[in-house]
């Protein structure tokens, strides 16, 4: 879209902008300015597990949700999804993506599961299990 | 069977693990992604904050300026609630300090090398060798290129014994599973090791 359709002389401030440009909202305008996640102060790691809880009573409450938070719904909706999922899929930044996270979690739509500290690596079991789900792949 | 092992993932049972492949520009990291992932490569982007580029080397370049670095990933499902991550982290030395969130709690990582160009490989090799994360180097046997032996490899890069180096291709899924492989069985004797020492 590098042409003005309308063909009409073009007045300023109302040029066309292709792709390339990048996206004309801001991404502190979905975030309403801010850069952290509200009063938790949890930093989502990219492969935390964001699960819908659709009995939610926020989902229903238009009020309290942007679009950029209904697109994030949608994605939970069918599977639980990592972090680094929904920023791919939503198209958004992930430090946009987890100032998000952060207002569906104290509305309590979604649980956000804490990846496995590095002490506590996964046992031998579940270890053998990713080297025997990998042969069978 | 019911025994959870609810003590290090509290009230959720999906567990999610994360492998990182690192090496230099150009050396195969989305490929090699991309054969063994079982979702299209995907891209994730992150915005450079204030605090990035404290770091990033903006001489020259407008403070306002902000810049995206993509990540690309992938995911292998082992089973219902048990998922492999993969990440390829960002080729340029300016992006550093991303690196440190991707390695956070990672399995392990897989170095990619190119023998025509070693030397490419020798700061994440450094990085990886620092935090104590295991690590496997995979060496990505272009054609007319397959000159050197793994042992030559793990000489050249003055390897810590022990340390895994595979050949392999990283457009076959096969190849790519087998390295995947070899560092999880490598993650599991280093944690292993870890375990016993703290008890010794």
């Not at chain 1, 996270?101 to 309590?108: A, S």
């Not at chain 2, 690192?22 to 992604?33: D, E, H, I, S």
């Not at chain 2, 979702?39 to 204030?50: F, M, N, Y």
Request: charge should be negative.
């Amino acid at each position: 879209m590098t042409e003005n359709p309308t063909g009409e002389p073009r007045e300023p401030g109302s040029q066309w902008y292709d792709g390339e440009a990048g996206p004309l909202v801001r991404p502190y305008a979905m975030t309403g300015g801010r850069t952290q996640p509200g009063p938790t102060g949890v930093r989502f790691d990219l492969i935390a597990l964001v699960t819908l809880d659709p009995a939610a009573p926020a989902l229903d409450d238009d009020t309290a949700l942007g679009p950029e938070h209904r697109t994030l719904i949608d994605l939970c909706r069918p599977e639980t999804q990592s972090v680094a999922e929904l920023a791919a899929d939503a198209d958004l930044p992930v430090g946009v993506l987890r100032v998000l996270l952060g207002d569906l979690l104290e509305l309590g739509c979604v649980t956000i599961s804490r990846p496995v500290p590095p002490a506590h690596l996964p046992d031998e079991r579940i270890l053998r299990e990713v080297i025997e789900g990998l042969r069978a792949l | 069977m019911v025994s959870e092992h609810t003590d290090t993932v509290g009230d959720t049972s999906a567990l999610a693990l994360k492998i990182l492949v690192a090496g230099g520009f150009g050396v195969g990291k989305t490929t090699l992604v991309g054969a063994v992932s079982e979702i299209r490569p995907l891209r994730t982007e992150e915005l450079l904050s204030e605090a990035g580029q404290l770091v990033d080397d903006t001489d020259g370049v407008d403070q306002k300026v902000t810049t995206t670095v993509a990540m690309d990933f992938g995911r292998i499902t082992i089973r219902s609630g048990l998922s492999l991550y993969l990440f390829g982290t960002p080729g340029q030395d300016r992006f550093w300090f991303l690196w440190d969130e991707l390695a956070q709690g990672a399995l392990g990582a897989v170095v990619l090398a190119d023998t025509r160009r070693l030397e490419d490989c020798f700061p994440a090799v450094d990085y990886f060798e620092h935090r104590r994360i295991p690590f496997v180097v995979a060496v990505n046997c272009f054609t007319a290129a397959r000159s050197y032996g793994a042992h030559d490899v793990s000489r050249a890069l003055d390897l810590d014994r022990g340390t895994p180096v595979v050949l392999c291709d990283a457009r076959d899924r096969d190849s790519g599973k087998e390295v995947l492989i070899r560092l999880v069985e490598y993650a599991g004797r280093m944690h292993t090791a870890r375990l016993l020492d703290s008890v010794g």
